[in-house]
């Protein structure tokens, strides 16, 4: 008797599509991945909510749940309207006492409200003032796996990483965390798992990593 497929669900970051997650391979023989995307929130909808409606694409029963970055935030809160069989966050936060101060200072004086959400629509037409070729590998990246452009999700995910309120990590998740993340780079104390040399985006470039220790971590 064959065993039974475990149904692995990935979530990518802010704003970025499935693809993201291209090049992560699990034995077909033991999983199956299903690539999540992102919704357009609806008006005045709180995190917890939209999880709820994200739940509801969830196919299968004791699946895991696997996030990046705000995603990893998202599928915590998912986790509490669905059984999980595991719960992996990646390049993002426990709680909330580990967003960065910018972050925490953002939400106290409402400046994330001043941020130019809008600009992002024209993220294609940075190629062309672009110097050196470290700015234009990170456009490129920006081209190919940002695909959410609407200024209405922008805003709202925003707000809702810098609001989130979770003040214990999550007791089912894996927390695993590059130690060259730029974005969250104070948030792996304590129950987590150090990629050395990993960045935020360490799904993208460093993705052997996960392929050779993703079936341990979810069968251990």
């Not at 991945?33 to 739940?55: D, F």
């Not at 940075?126 to 590998?137: D, F, I, Q, R």
Request: with cysteine; hydrophobic share 40%.
């Amino acid at each position: 008797m064959s065993e039974e497929i475990i149904h692995v669900y990935m979530m990518p970051g802010m704003a970025a599509n499935p693809a993201i997650f291209e090049n992560i391979e699990l034995p077909k023989d033991q999983f199956e991945i299903h690539w999540l995307e992102w919704m357009l929130p609806e008006a005045h909808e709180t995190l917890s909510h939209y999880a709820q409606r994200m739940a509801t694409k969830i196919k299968h029963s004791n699946v895991v749940l696997l996030g990046v970055s705000f995603g990893g935030i998202l599928v915590q809160e998912m986790s509490k309207f669905i059984s999980v069989r595991k719960i992996i966050v990646v390049s993002s936060v426990k709680n909330k006492h580990e967003l960065p101060k910018r972050m925490k200072l953002a939400k106290f004086t409402s400046a994330y409200k001043l941020l130019p959400t809008h600009l992002v629509k024209h993220v294609e037409a940075l190629s062309n003032y672009t110097v050196g070729k470290s700015m234009a590998k990170r456009v490129d990246l920006y081209k190919k796996y940002l695909s959410v452009t609407d200024k209405r999700y922008l805003d709202w995910a925003i707000k809702q990483v810098i609001s989130w309120d979770q003040k214990q990590a999550h007791p089912n998740a894996i927390y695993i965390h590059g130690d060259k993340d730029g974005i969250f780079p104070h948030s792996c104390n304590g129950n987590c798992i150090v990629v050395k040399g990993g960045t935020h985006i360490m799904i993208v470039n460093r993705y052997r990593w996960f392929n050779e220790h993703l079936p341990k971590l979810i069968l251990g």
